[in-house]
């Protein structure tokens, strides 16, 4: 095909649509759905004993956020891996080209749920904000929390390493 060819140049012109249908929404729900599963791979690596034997698994992010609930302890009822669900719900609904309403529904229960988790102050300080602002609070929010789980996961597995060492080759 030439590169002047007329059917080329038609999708060009609808990939350029395509491109200003982006919005902040949009790019605030992917770079926040990546932000979050950098976590999420980071508090895997730091809680699993041998992180090593799933390297080079491929893992969804439905299925990483289970394994995280799963080793997370007395965290695993925490609202937190609702709106980690609800983030990863929205990112399908963009990205997958679902409906303005099915994208509007995700956004709604994003925010309802963030709202619910953060204290009455956070809550109010946020609710007003423009749909971009809140999908950024719900993923830093995120992202934060499994940051906290992280350094606990550091935490408990030195004390395992420490107490797990041969007796002869304690200090």
Known sequence: M??????????????????EKFNALMLATIKGHLLIEQTINEFLEASLSNATHISGAR?????????CRAVSF?????????????????????AHGDSEDKIAKALRTLKSE??????????????????????????FTCA????????EA???RKLLDEHSRPDDAKV
Do not use: H
Request: charged share 30%.
């Open 2 to 19: 030439r590169t002047d060819d007329p059917r080329l140049e038609a999708a060009r012109k609808a990939m350029a649509e395509r491109v």
């Open 59 to 67: 893992f969804g992010f439905a299925n990483k956020t289970r394994l």
């Open 114 to 139: 963030l709202l619910a988790y953060l204290t009455p102050e956070q809550a109010a300080g946020l609710k007003e904000q423009p749909d971009d602002r809140i999908v950024e609070a719900a993923c």
């Open 74 to 94: 007395d965290q695993s009822e925490d609202q937190l891996w609702t709106i980690i669900g609800c983030i990863n719900g929205l990112r399908n609904a963009i």
């Open 144 to 151: 934060a929390r499994l940051v906290t789980l992280t350094g």
């Open 154 to 156: 550091k935490e408990r």
